[in-house]
């Protein structure tokens, strides 16, 4: 083990309470934590479990509405909880620093970068201002930022998401701090540029030989970055150990099943053969724009009955929009949409009932899908009222009907409203509405990425039963190629409006891809810590550069 | 810079139009007078002869766009026509009454702005002690009292029980720069009760907001000291809805000056404006309604202007 | 010192001792504040200020003492669920609604409180306050009294068909157009921002002028002239519940606009527009009042408050409050609904202030 005088930071029993409701509830309940110097603690938990919050209270900070109420965080010989603020203030920035999830909104709209990158040393007296630009463009150089001499000089809405947020690691850098807080750094960003930010982050850190606490709920993420990790679970520490181990052989019931995860996957089913048969829906050529700006460009693809097409790409690439287009919301500039053969009116308020109850979707964000001031019976019951005129007593068993098909106990949840329930509950009501409708076809939405894994997991096998049992067809949009491999079976990657490859799952996981499918599939992080290690090997260091000024 | 000349630019030009759309407004809300607008004037008891002269003088017998097209014309080089009543002409009548009104709004803002700022960003600062709550209740009563209520308070105890200041803000020509002040006290201390409540309310949900930006808590995690969150991180972003709250109020107070004006007897273009409205001289009425009308839309402007020019995002463009 | 200066000084004194004892800060910060303040007014104003602090502080306790009764009588009577909610009233909110009650009852039941008819001459001009008139005669030796408990009647309730009529026009089309977007959107807001660029007591004083002062002219102009304001917040209210991808799923089911109004959007939309109605009355109630003042909003011999100012005013010249008395009841009803307003905005917006 490290000696005990290596020990940088210690926290002992840390209790934080929050302000809601009229009164302060306990939200950390007791964490432990010891930090080495130079060692990077990996937080891991899911929303909800504390982990920025705890991460903050290590820099003596608690955000308004919260209180450290009770434990001691002892940092370097100095116990932070009785520390007057003017002396912690002393200590944020230049021997602790920050680096928060959305560089964007966390960078000063009204100053340069490198003027607020140079405020803590020129305020500490560590450095005159010359002496502090000049360090920033350096430290800019080793993270590898295009145009290190003069990109400091430029206001943060000039400069994309991924520099800046190796901007802002610079900035942390700034005073060489003995410690760091990475609350989330990448999770904002694409996987592509992840990449960057990653491999960036990970050789500061060891150049200078700071301590870190990274923060993060992405597993494989953790397993890159961390020496240790510690897994927390609603304000309480599940378990803590070498990430080595944690991730061979993890005691904890819980911490099993986060790893357990990825492991669901059901075989992959072949489009049929037999002639005659027609995909239910079929994309074809279809451009669309918002406004002047193209952002779709003649994408063609089909969707079988039954079978499940993933739609795969980063942010922007036009995935949604294509969905949009398929439900009418956005007509098509040209190409058209058909439907079982048939083509379809480009307006949705152009369409029929019945093409309208035929295509159903399920949304990325439970919270807003579910109008919170109607009853789930009435959510549920309202398609069914609406397309086919089910009334009284037939309607109430139609909906504890579908209750029951969502694993939800009908006698419980009939009478209730979706604030009174659960993310992944919430979801699975938003299933059950489009499941009123007696669809053929069901666009997914990011269905699954604002749950937590275990919960996103159960919506995955329910999608995958409700599609045998009804003989459904998806349509998945997601980013995460996880979700693809365990439920899809066809894939299509698109990239700026563009479908750059498509075709059978098996294949699309098999080489040789086009290239950006290579880029896409090879930076997802996996769980096996020296996957980031072996991936910049590969790619050699140059390619990170020149991703980068992409 | 392009892309802030053509938003100005643009914003103008919207600012001109709203102006030519009111000055529509004005001019024909008049023309929609149920029967014949000389009859309306004189009332039943005129003789045909006099409706007919009057007919004559208002030259209603040209079609009304003409006559419109006449009047905004003669508005714009000042020229607002003749008092039906007085027979005096409409811009002699107001002009200086117009900078009388001027300065007594003038002389309100200068009083209130720099303090209800200030006092602004204290109360941000001290949000949710009592000190914010007992200033938030006393804002909240001030905004709530009409303008007439709070002119007759201080009438009452500044002037008729102490006699510190006099209660008829009456004006004449030979008067020094400090009696001038001194008369009109009274009616400027008013204004300035019920603008700066409204101000100080809003500075300080501007500043509330801004602080919650997560920005702020970036220079806080910096360890920069509060006095420099606020100087230097939160000021430069925080000019925007501040130019807006003082617009805001400054085109609150030409309202407020109409009832102030009556309380304390001031001759400014309000009292002349409800004078006209009871006595129904429609050209008076329009030239201030007019005047009113544009100040309200050039401030307006101003503040947007204000807070385009002052946005770092289109400062810098990409 | 006479014994109410020294009994004056002992009692914040000691009270203060106490905060800081018991380690109130604040509470000792406003008690120590008011002994620091009191010195002042002390040697500037004499007894008679220290007179004046008490009796105000006196007042205030009264009226603190009052609403706390108030809200625990409503939390009592009230159902399981409006209760919780009351709990978290403040004690300006509960005032608030203490206030609003009290002129309800005024208004309502005016003939029975009132004991002399609206305009009934019962004596001469002015005459001062004795067992039969309680606040004196006006101008015409009408009983004082009697007309303010009218007025309650007449002002309040002009104001409140004003406020509901601008509100139905405003919270309509404001919903319309959020649910329907494109040109019915942009051609309702162009005319709002048209409407809202004059000032709205020129604009009041502009349409008096030329269609008279009748009743029915002036709800029918206020109406019009506030209701952009409630067009802009329910078009940013729903504005905010349209683009909820639970609207975007009822629009693709093929649902029509008045089903989205009526069971997806207002349902959603209440808090703030109730807490905008309220807002919306005080306006209306002040422009009204103004006009009033001015002669040119309800005429008499109807009994009015602003209209009663304005009669009454010459008696301030002899140092007499009678005239403040309605200006004070309009500033009273105006200061409690914003009150009301302000606890439930701060409620519906939940703890992003904290």
Known sequence: MVPKKDVLLEVKDLRIEGYSDEQWIEIVHGVDLTLHKGEVLGLIGESGAG?????????????????????????????????????????????????????????????????????????????????????????????????????????????????????????????????????EPTTALDVTTQIEVLAAIRDIVDQFNTAAIYITHDLAVVAQMADTIKVLLKGEEVEEAPTEQMLDAPSEDYTKSLWAVRSFKRPQKERPTEAGSIPIVSVKNVDAAYGKIKVLDDVSFDIYPGMTVAVVGESGSGKSTTARCITGLLPPTKGEIQFNGESLPPRYQDRTK?????????????????????????????????????????????????????????????????????????????????????????????????LDQLVAEGILKLLDKLQEDFNLAYMFITHDLATVRSIADEVVVMQRGKVVEQGAKDEMFTPPHHPYTDLLLSSVPEMDPNWLTTLLEERGTDSIGEAANV | MGDILQLVLKRLGLGVVTLLVISILIFFAVELLPGDIAQAV????????????????????????????????????????????????????????????????????????????????????????????????????????????????????????????????????????????????????????????????????????????????????????????????????????????????????????????????????GQLLVDAVSKRDFPIVQACCLIFAATFILLNLAADVGSILTNPRLRHPK | MSTFVIGYYALLIGASCLAAYFKKRQLFLLIFSLTLISFVTGIVGGVGALRFITVAAGLLALAAGVSYAFREFLIIIASDGVAKELRTAPLTAAFGMFVIFTYAIAGIFAPIIAPF???????????????????????????????????????????????????????????????????????????????????????????????????????????????????????????????????????????????????????????????????????????????????????????????????????????????????????????????????????????KEV
């Open chain 1, 51 to 183: 982990k920025s919050t705890i991460g903050l209270a290590a820099m003596g900070f608690a955000r308004d509405g919260c209180r450290i109420s009770g434990g001691s965080i002892e940092f370097d010989g100095m116990e932070l909880t009785t520390t007057p603020e003017g002396d912690l203030r002393a200590l944020r920035g230049s021997r602790i620093a920050y680096v928060a999830q959305s560089a964007a909104a966390s960078f000063n709209p009204a100053h340069r970068i490198i003027d607020q990158h140079t405020e803590a040393p020129i305020q500490y007296r560590i450095q005159k201002r010359v002496e502090a630009q000049e360090d920033a463009m350096e430290l800019y150089h080793r993270l590898r930022l295009p145009n290190p001499d003069e990109i400091g000089f430029r206001y943060p809405h000039q400069v994309s998401g991924g520099q800046l947020q190796r901007a802002m690691t610079a900035m942390a850098m700034a005073c060489r701090p003995d410690l760091i807080i990475f609350d």
């Open chain 1, 354 to 450: 019945d093409q309208l109850r035929q295509a159903q979707m399920i949304y990325q964000m439970a919270d807003t899908a579910l109008n919170p001031k109607i009853k789930i019976s009435e959510i549920i019951g309202r398609p069914a009222q609406f397309y086919r005129g089910v009334r009284g007593a037939e309607l109430k068993n139609r909906v504890d009907e579908l209750l029951d098909l969502i694993e939800l106990d009908p006698a419980k949840f009939y009478n209730r409203y979706p604030p009174e329930l659960s993310g992944g509950q919430k979801q699975r009501v938003g299933i059950a509405r489009a499941l009123a409708a007696d669809p053929s076809f069901i666009i997914c939405d990011e269905v699954t990425s604002a």
């Open chain 2, 42 to 269: 004189l009332g039943q008891a005129a003789t045909p002869e006099t409706v007919a002269a009057l007919r004559e003088k208002m030259g209603l017998d040209q079609p009304a766009i003409l006559r419109y097209f006449q009047w905004l014309g003669g508005a714009l080089t000042g020229d607002f026509g003749v008092s039906l009543i007085s027979g005096e002409r409409v811009s002699e009548a107001i002009s200086g009454r117009f900078i009388n009104t001027l300065f007594l709004a003038t002389y309100a803002a200068v009083i209130a702005v720099p303090i209800s700022i200030i006092l602004g960003v204290i109360v941000a600062l001290l949000r949710n002690t009592l000190f914010d709550r007992v200033a938030n209740v006393v804002t909240l009563t001030s905004i709530s009292s009409p303008e007439f209520f709070l002119g007759y308070i201080l009438i009452l105890y500044l002037a008729v029980k102490t006699n510190y200041f006099p209660a008829i803000a009456s004006l004449s020509t030979d008067m020094s720069f400090g009696e001038l002040l001194h008369r009109t006290f009274l009616p400027a201390l008013t204004l300035v009760l019920v603008v700066t409540a409204h101000m100080m309310r809003m500075t300080r949900a501007a500043i509330i907001n801004l602080l919650a930006s997560p920005y702020i808590e970036m220079a806080r995690l910096k360890g920069v000291p509060p006095w420099k969150v606020i100087v230097k991180h939160a000021l430069p972003n925080a000019w925007a809805p501040i130019i807006n709250v003082v617009a805001l109020n400054l085109a609150y107070l030409i309202t407020g000056v109409v009832l102030v004006e009556v309380v304390f007897v001031y001759p400014g273009v």
């Open chain 3, 117 to 351: 008819g609206e305009a009934e001459v019962i004596s001469s001009a002015f005459a001062p306050a004795d067992e039969n008139m309680l606040l004196g005669a006006d101008q015409l030796g009408r009983d004082m009294f009697s007309r303010l408990i009218y007025g309650a009647r007449n002002t309040v309730g002009l104001a409140l068909v004003a406020t509901s009529l601008a509100f139905i026009l405003g919270a309509l089309t404001g919903l319309l157009a959020a649910t329907k977007g494109g040109w019915f959107d942009q051609l309702m807001g162009r005319v709002a921002d048209v409407i809202m660029s004059v000032p709205s007591l020129i604009f009041a004083l502009l349409m008096l002028s030329i269609f008279g002062t009748s009743l029915f002219v002036i709800v029918i102009i206020v109406a019009l002239i506030y209701s952009p304001r409630v067009f802009r917040l329910t078009r940013a209210v729903a504005g905010n519940v349209v683009v909820m991808d639970y609207i975007e799923a009822a629009k693709l089911r093929g649902e029509g606009n008045w089903y989205l109004i009526r069971r997806e959007i207002l349902p959603n939309s209440t808090a703030p527009l109730v807490a905008e109605f309220g807002l919306e009355f005080c306006f209306v109630f002040l422009l009204i009042a103004g006009l009033s003042f001015l002669g040119l909003g309800i005429q008499p011999p109807t009994a009015d408050w602003g209209s009663m100012v304005r009669e009454n005013a010459t008696l301030i010249s002899f140092g007499e409050l009678t005239p403040l008395i309605p200006a004070a009841a309009i500033a009273l009803l105006t200061v409690s609904v914003n009150f009301v307003v302000d606890w439930m905005l701060f409620r519906s917006s939940g703890l």
